[in-house]
């Protein structure tokens, strides 16, 4: 017996979540590019929304969202009544694991994913499996290779973050067919909005047609992350689990509003779109050098890896950014010490960035 109560034990296993930083040097006005939010902020008829809802400020939201879901479902053609709503997609992600692990379950997960996927896992009791990656993208052989029978959920960032890779309609529909039909493929699509690639799919297709597979959503890419509304959509069976579990009013209604008017207008989205893909190309173009290599992404960032020769390390330019007050995300907490995430943002912050990399040849 012990003189105080003790913390359930796998919680301590936690490496608690490390947000990127957000100050510059002394005296310098940051310019934030570490958090993969929206370049272009939010949608201004979510803005307007969020404003005219705060004269109900005293009354509960409406706890099943009846009208976030109804527009979800209307502007992407799902059944709303397969659509639920949380916190961020980071609480959709804790509730799936509460639903599906226990101590001595497992849940598999690529090298290189989201650095939530390991803290849900454990916050339930479970074990994180780590299947390696091939050139920073998930290997579907390893992640089906790395599947037993304590296996309950397998965890896939498509398109991933902080690499920026994704898997295609083909190997997503492969890694799907090798899981038994008992072990759920939740897909993780974050930043679906700013996928252009040709052979990328959602998996809308897969939950329609199986039972073990959920896709996840957020709001917080498309200007939203201050609000934190996330979505999902399953089958019936985990929505009826989903809902027994999460919390009667678990999204505000200030939130639900924005989100609302966010998701309805496309407009804006597809600005946001536009916008990132010809600057995300700009610097996969102009980020290369033998001192540092950009990768191909379909997120709202880039991960440029740098060298090992002093002068020319992720240290090095991260700290020369910092001096011009362009704040990058470091990715030691992602196992890529040599290597930094840059979200994308405005077209002269991603012009000044590129010439203080490039000064650094």
Known sequence: MTNRPEVNPSILEIAAYVPGKSKAAPGIEPIKLSANESPLGASPKAQEAYRYHAHNLAIYPDGAATQLREAIGEVHGLDPQKIGVGSGSDELLHLIAQLYLQPGDEAVMSQFGFLVYPIVTRGAGGTPIFAAETDLKTDVDAMLGAVTEK??????????????????ADELDRLHAGLPKNVLLVIDAAYAEYVDAADYKLGIDLVDAHQNVVVTRTFSKIGLANLRVGWLYGPDHFMDGFNRLRGPFNVNGAAMKAAEAAVRDVEFTAQLKAHNKRLRSLLEAELQ?????????????????????????????????????????????????????????????????????????
């Open 289 to 361: 050098s033998n001192w540092y290599r950009t990768r191909p992404s379909q997120g709202n960032f880039v991960l440029t890896e740098f060298s090992e020769e002093p002068g020319h390390t992720a240290k090095d330019a991260f700290e020369a950014l910092l001096q011009e007050g362009l704040v990058v995300r470091e990715m030691a907490s992602y196992g890529l010490p040599n290597a930094l995430r840059i979200s994308i943002g405005h077209e002269k912050d991603m012009k000044k960035l590129m010439q203080v990399l490039q000064s650094l040849n």
């Open 151 to 168: 296996t309950k959920v397998v965890y896939l960032a498509n398109p991933n973050n902080p690499t920026g890779s994704y898997l295609t």
